[in-house]
């Protein structure tokens, strides 16, 4: 199935050796990134935000990039590198990103998350760097960086390389949708790289080929004008806790289908083959429900676990609030209730109709003594790729290489909205080499990230970049 390659003309020496001689910089720097609190939802650490947008300036200058820029934008300043060796020679655009979600709950670290230590794990026996962004984005992302130090320092980058770093994905990716419309000829590329997913387990790599779309709403639901005794008006009025909770049941039947009308008007279904296919790559229930703590999964109807949670679309809570939530006991009823709902979507799903059909259909089941305000965060489409890009040929060969066995294409149920717009703005496909666990808990406390997932990436994308061009040429 792999084009030949002609390989005398290319080359690219294993980058083992310079990982090995280099290592413990490589992780000494990635701590020192990791120190810096780049949490984009809270405005109040704007500056530290920002502070991390000029180290990887910094360090893309040294890791052989000839302009690097901050590029100013309505919200957080985006990195801009790149290198141009020769403009006939293919171009890689790496995306990443430096910001990264808020810590809390405190509590529930090990060690604080701006702290970084490392600890080995049951599966990371050579350790795991522990850190809020030491998975999401920050450990993958520098790979990027040193993938390409080690590719300029020893004189084999073989193709021109940009990088464009944001420091608003975890909010949404506004300003980068805003910087892309507005810079294409700038952007220009062949084939955009992102490491910023997963893979199945250490000795079975895996190829993100698919990401969900998303639309992410919050609701509000107001009953009387004032919070009330729970004993002088309880039974009489609408309760807006207990009328959200009941409106938000009613989003699932009881096949835990979605029941807001024409939710799954456009749902792209897969034939029984594709299905057949998803279903080859390893997945034992017993050890995914032992590594959560649950006697069993829980989905919708007619689908397997690994189907739910990356070829369906899905309705989630994230969040929900009101009422008397201190010490002790309150008798009241609250004038309001608040909850934070995602739906995550599939190829063909369009997220700003569903987001419209969700708020229609939310208002109109709330009943008469409430009111309801639907307000819509932020959202975005599905993405699928092809196996049978050179991109993806180019990143299979890439992981034969240094795993020693070929990845598998594996759809994630996890969204990166700025995937589809990229492929719409910039017409190029884009290969996602992710080298995270999902045990590794992004967004969770105790994020971490492997040593070894760290340094196996960063001596698998220069692979890529060498099959990449060599496909190519
Ligand atoms: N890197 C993740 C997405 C991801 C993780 C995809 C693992 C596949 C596997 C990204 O940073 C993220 O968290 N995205 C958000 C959406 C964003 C708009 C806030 C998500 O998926 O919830
Ligand atoms: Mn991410
Ligand atoms: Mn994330």
Redesign the pocket.
Known sequence: MYLSIPSEKFTMKSAKPYIEEHKERFIQELVELLKIPSISADSAYENDVIKTADAIKISLEKAGCDVVEICETPGYPIVYGEKIIDPNLPTVLVYG?YDV?PPDPLDLWDSPPFEPIIKKTELHPDGAIFARGSC??KGQMYMHVKAMEFMTSTGQLPCNVKFMIEGE?????ESLGWFVERNQAKLSNDVILIS???MIANDIPSI?TG?RG?SYVEVEVTGPNRDLHSGLYGGAVANPINILTKMIASLHDENNHITIPGFYDNVDELSAAERAKMGEAPFSKEKYCAALDIEDVYGEAGYTTNERNSIRPTLDVNGIWGGYIGEGAKTVIASKAHAKISMRLVPNQNWETITDLFKNHFESIAPKGTQVVVTPH?G?QAYVTPIDSLGYQAASKAYEQTFGNIPIPQR??????IVALFEKELKSKTILM?F?LDSDA??SPNEHFGVWNYLKGIETIPQFYHYFTALNT
Request: hydrophobic share 20%; glycine share 26%.
């Open positions: 990103h979600q999401d984005d994905e975890e909010v949404g990716s910023d997913t997963g993100t990401l998303l932020h975005g994630s149920g996890g969204s990166i909205p992710g995270g992004i967004h």
